[in-house]
């Protein structure tokens, strides 16, 4: 039973109005604190909590853990305990915390032990990352791509509507939330009548994306069910899957994106467990044709996860320039793993799976400048009146992303990333 995700609890840790963070949420992240290594820390309000400091005063004692899951450097070694595990976990963290608890309420001599404001902690890199893998699973996304550079009346190529299309990115590129990065080069084709140049990318992207994190899947050679699929992802960050479109243009055919997606991807630092995401299941997209049965869910395996994008100019004006929502996706995050496995794919703990960009029905839910800006032929102006095609040098591209119904929001805070000059 998932005790911590009741809507009535409240901490006794104190929670700004219209946080991302209440006691329901409880998601896990890797913090750095001055003259400490790195430990695994959860977060209610602005306070983080540090879990190791919390296992060593025996709080987690009748649990399955031991020291070296909580003093770790990722998520990983935590993860390896399973489903089951992290439930427990959430659940003992959350009665540790509910205002009606004096076990640690009361014992105000300890708090400084544990218990530190957001802004004196550094977030790091929550996963070591086996393999990445990113979808392609927003049909509005992957219509608007194909009307921009195929037939418009063949927009969505012959196979899109019968399997979740993805391909296999680079893990080592994948950065966390605040970490800034350089303009990428590589080859482009500024004219088609013209040979291809060697050049910085003029038409940097950014990509709304939800990524899921797995836990340790089954042997090689076996696959994941779709009904099983829940039972094998850790939970959910806010995913920037940046893209060089120029590059991209020149070297997709045939085999699809190189370095124009292996520069960087900008993760969020706190990772939101799938079991706190249970409230907000909603009705998936009627798929047709009627998918294959091995792709066949149970009709609600969508979240209803609000998204955001914002520019933010070198003065900190934010403008902002998107309003989507996770659960437009065509393809299921369940889809997405048992399509993954079903050849006998093994996945591995820490494996990370990209949404792909998420776009909406409406020009303004669109995931991604080339198509808010439409290919550069409509380009958006800010609040500082200057206008945009693709990022600037100096733009920082910040998404965030949450849940909320009548009781209680679940947010994944924000994930942003600077665009610093090519090298």
């Known amino acids: 039973m998932i005790t911590a995700n009741q809507a009535h609890l409240r901490s006794w840790i104190p929670v700004p109005e219209h946080s991302d963070f209440p006691i329901q949420n409880i998601p896990f992240g890797i913090i750095k604190l001055e003259g400490k290594s790195p430990r695994v820390a959860t977060r209610i309000g602005d306070s983080v909590i540090d879990l ?56 105000m001599e300890v708090h400084g032990s544990f218990l530190y404001s957001l802004d004196s902690v550094e977030m790091l890199l929550p996963i070591q990352i086996g393999d990445y893998t990113d979808f392609y699973s927003s049909k509005e996304h ?55 140049i060697f050049s910085a990318s003029r038409q940097i992207d950014f990509e709304l994306e939800m990524g899921f994190v797995t836990f340790d899947g089954k042997a090689l050679g076996d696959s994941i069910s779709i009904a099983e699929a829940d039972d094998y992802i850790f939970g ?9 479109r120029d590059i991209q243009k020149w070297e997709y055919v045939p085999l699809g994106p190189f370095l124009a997606k292996n520069f960087v991807s900008t993760m969020s630092a706190w990772i939101v467990t799938l079991d706190a995401l249970q409230p907000f299941r909603v009705e998936s997209p009627i798929q047709s044709p009627e998918v294959l049965a091995y792709l066949a869910g149970s009709g609600k395996d969508s979240y209803d996860i609000n998204l ?20 437009y996706m ?3 995050m369940a889809q997405q793993l048992a399509h993954h496995t079903v050849n006998g794919c093994n996945v591995r703990v820490g494996d990370l799976m990209g949404s792909g960009t998420i776009s909406g029905p409406t020009e303004g839910s669109y995931g991604s400048m080339l198509e808010l800006a439409w290919k550069g032929t409509k ?42 000059p090519a090298k």
């Open 52 to 107: 190791f400091e919390l296992y060593k005063l025996g709080y987690f004692e009748s649990l399955t853990f031991d020291a070296m899951d909580f003093d770790a450097s990722f998520l990983n070694s935590l993860m390896k305990k399973g489903k089951l595990a992290v439930r427990e976990l959430r659940n003992s963290i959350s009665s540790l915390f509910q205002s009606d608890n004096s076990l640690l309420r009361d014992k």
């Open 308 to 327: 955001q994008v914002a520019i933010a100019t070198e003065s900190n004006e934010e403008t902002e320039i998107c309003q989507s929502n996770f659960k």
């Open 330 to 332: 065509y393809w299921t």
């Open 142 to 196: 992957a219509t608007n791509v194909g009307v921009m550079f195929r037939d418009p009346a063949n927009a969505l190529l012959p196979n899109w509507l019968w399997i979740p299309v993805g391909y296999h990115g680079r893990a080592s590129s994948v950065v966390v939330s605040g970490t800034p990065f350089h303009r990428p080069k590589g080859q482009i084709k500024p004219n088609d009548d013209e040979d291809p």
């Open 236 to 244: 959910l960050c806010l995913f920037n899957d940046w893209s060089a």
């Open 379 to 420: 380009p958006l102006t800010l609040a500082d009146g200057s206008q945009r095609r693709f990022i600037l040098d100096g733009d920082t591209v910040v998404m965030r992303g949450y849940c909320q119904n009548a009781s209680i929001r679940i947010g994944f805070g924000e994930v942003k990333g600077k665009l610093l």
